[in-house]
């Protein structure tokens, strides 16, 4: 079945730790996101690639950062410069990066501060 | 920047009854898409709609688009206890989406 698999599903990170959620679509999709959801909270943007080696900064990039070396991989990475990085991190991609395509998403990662 | 904006927040409903939710941006927007979270779970497409004044139906779910393309909406008749969740919409914004904050619906049996 085509999709999106996010690892690991909940994660703890240390103080002054980085650490990175794996993301990997099977969709052949160009386009590739990740968000961030607090509790009762809608969705942030923090990093979008619309092609392979390219990637822009969402509305939240501080503290956080991405590669897009393969179409099917967009791992995100967060520092220890994020101080507050608890949160619900969602991975998602679309055939495109126009804005005009839906988006699906993956089963996502719970990141926790130890 | 743009920005899509959501009431009610949280929405109360017997089952039973219809309730609205409603989108509106700040700009216009190519298309709107709406999607749907359950507890625990992650957003899922549920439509797009493109043109001014646009319907669309999904069985108890009616869609619509408004003529000025910045503000949209999301009836449910007869809600179920399966409509629990929270209902985001969500507009493109060169090659990105603005997701609004949700509506978080409960309902109650």
């Known amino acids: 079945d085509g999709g999106i698999t996010q690892s690991p599903k909940y994660l703890f990170r240390k103080e002054g730790q980085n650490v990175t959620l794996s993301c990997e679509q099977n969709?052949?999709?160009?386009?590739m996101y990740w968000y961030r959801q607090d509790p009762g909270q809608g969705l942030r943007l923090i990093y979008y690639?619309?092609?392979?080696?390219?990637?822009q900064k969402g509305d939240i990039a501080e503290g956080y950062s991405v590669s897009r070396e393969k179409k099917e991989s967009f791992p995100l990475t967060v520092t220890s410069a994020q101080k507050n990085p608890t949160a619900f991190y969602l991975c998602?991609?679309?055939?495109?990066?126009?804005?005009?395509?839906?988006?699906?998403f993956g089963d996502g990662t719970r990141l926790s501060i130890l | 920047g743009q920005q899509v904006m959501q009431i009610p927040q949280y929405q109360h409903v017997q089952e039973g009854e219809d309730f609205t939710t409603y989108c509106n941006s700040s700009?216009?927007?190519?298309?709107i898409q709406w999607y749907k979270q359950r507890p625990g779970g992650h957003p899922v497409f549920l439509i797009q709609l493109v043109k001014s004044g646009e319907v669309k139906k999904q069985k108890r779910l009616t869609f619509q688009f408004g003529e000025a393309k910045k503000n949209s909406s999301l009836h449910i008749t007869a809600t179920q206890t399966t409509d629990v969740g929270t209902y985001f919409c969500?507009?493109?914004?060169?090659?990105?989406?603005?997701f609004g904050a949700g509506t978080q619906v409960v309902v109650t049996p």
């Open positions: 998602a991609s679309s055939s495109t990066g126009v804005g005009n395509q839906p988006q699906h």
């Open positions: 969709l052949n999709h160009d386009a």
């Open positions: 700009t216009t927007l190519s298309n």
């Open positions: 969500a507009g493109p914004s060169w090659g990105k989406f603005q």
């Open positions: 690639s619309q092609i392979v080696n390219d990637f």
